[in-house]
């Protein structure tokens, strides 16, 4: 267990613009087998962590895999 300065229990990293964005994510590099995603987590501060929610309900850490966020409505 450990502790990080930016996590308390009033407290939270400060958090990205991705934060319910869609993302592509695949593992070990093989881009022939991706599953879809929602990032849930995008820590701008200690500890940096980056968190996805699979579809089928399974989180994975984003140093656990490969992702690539999909373009929002407003970027086509």
Not at 39 to 52: M, N, S, Y
Not at 60 to 65: D, F, I, K, T
Request: glycine residues 6%; aromatic residues 8%.
């Amino acid at each position: 267990m450990g502790c990080v300065s930016t996590i308390t229990h009033d407290n939270w990293p400060k958090q990205g613009s991705w934060i319910g964005r869609r993302t592509e994510v695949c593992f070990h590099y093989n881009t022939e087998h991706t599953v879809m995603g929602t990032i849930v987590r995008d820590d701008h501060e200690d500890p940096f962590l980056t968190v996805i929610q699979l579809d089928d309900d399974r989180y994975v850490l984003g140093s656990e895999c490969q992702h690539s966020p999909t373009p929002q409505a407003d970027e086509k």
